[in-house]
């Protein structure tokens, strides 16, 4: 009896000794994820605080109607629009470019490109993610703007067109990435019933293709958005410090990112109003990036295709 109980712990040894390192390794992971989820939530805790003590003494009608943004000269106004318009024209000019340009690219790079094509051209496509925006910012500044003030001669020397093409070919990357992708995972069954049926390839790319991998398509613009209004290092070289409600791209203007890196320069005080000005512009700018990802995740599962 004790050689056959003997026998039988020899036996469950490797299993017990399997199932504690089955356990550590959840355990590992499971604090990996938790230092994620505790760091976003420390992240999201200091912005409500600064921004509810911003507003005990600047009133939130203020904020969001004012039409004036000047918290750091002696005429004091709260008016966060001209920053929130800045901020989406910068955007939508960026996404003028990067969004045609990138489903363009991601169509050829699917259903167009030899697969020795594809190999060379998509990572050189992606090595555009891979330059510094601080790059970015001052080719925008020297060379794209002035290239401008040669078309446009009332072209500021800050202005927001520079700082909208260059972010447009910096996204780029983002879109004909995720977009090819999605394309790509679309079963080739679909595009062979197509032709099957006398389909052209530009009638099975356009009919077929992009509308099965719409899901797939839409969260990649939109997230393409999400890191255009996030752009920091770009408009805070090219796009100037002047908050100004304006739909002239050739003008001067301020992003939501460019005033809080002017503002955390140092030169501050703690505590002051214009200090929490940096954490209210920030919840904003938090606030609607998060909701941007929110409808891109939506759409993902709103408009996906399941195929077996």
Do not use: C
């Not at 020795?116 to 001052?138: C, D, N, Q």
């Not at 500044?141 to 800050?158: E, N, S």
């Not at 079963?187 to 719409?214: C, D, I, K, M, N």
């Amino acid at each position: 009896m004790n050689e056959s109980q003997h026998v039988l712990s020899t036996l469950l040894r490797p299993r017990a000794d399997h199932d504690r390192r089955e356990k550590l390794i959840r355990a590992v992971l499971l604090l990996f994820s938790a230092v994620s989820i505790f760091t976003t939530l420390g992240i999201i805790a200091v912005l409500l605080r600064e921004t509810l003590l911003f507003f005990q003494e600047v009133s939130i009608v203020e904020f969001f109607t004012e039409t004036r943004w000047t918290p750091l000269f002696a005429s004091k106004k709260f008016g966060v629009l001209p920053l929130v318009n800045g901020t989406v024209l910068v955007a939508a000019g960026a996404m003028l470019i990067a969004l045609p340009l990138g489903l363009l690219a991601a169509i050829y790079l699917s259903e167009y490109a030899s697969d020795r094509a594809r190999k060379i051209l998509k990572p050189m496509l992606e090595v555009l993610a891979g330059v510094p925006t601080v790059v970015y910012g001052y080719f925008a500044l020297t060379f794209v703007t002035p290239l401008l003030q040669k078309i446009w001669p009332q072209t500021q020397a800050f202005n927001a067109l520079s700082a909208s093409i260059v972010m447009g070919f910096m996204i780029l990357p983002l879109v004909a990435s995720l977009s090819e992708d999605a394309m790509s995972a679309v079963p080739q069954s679909l595009r062979q019933a197509a032709y099957a049926l006398g389909a052209t390839r530009f009638e099975v790319t356009l009919r077929t293709v992009v509308p099965a991998a719409l899901s797939g398509i839409s969260a990649a613009f939109i997230l393409a958005v999400s890191r255009a209004i996030g752009e920091t290092m770009i408009v805070a070289i090219a796009a100037g410090q002047q908050p100004k409600l304006t739909l002239n791209p050739l003008q001067s203007i301020e992003t939501m990112t460019a005033y809080i890196v002017q503002v955390s320069l140092g030169d501050t005080p703690q505590q002051s109003i214009a200090y929490k000005t940096i954490f209210a512009v920030g919840m904003l700018l938090f606030m609607m990036t998060l909701m941007m990802n929110l409808i891109s995740n939506w759409l993902t599962r709103r408009y996906r295709e399941v195929y077996e």
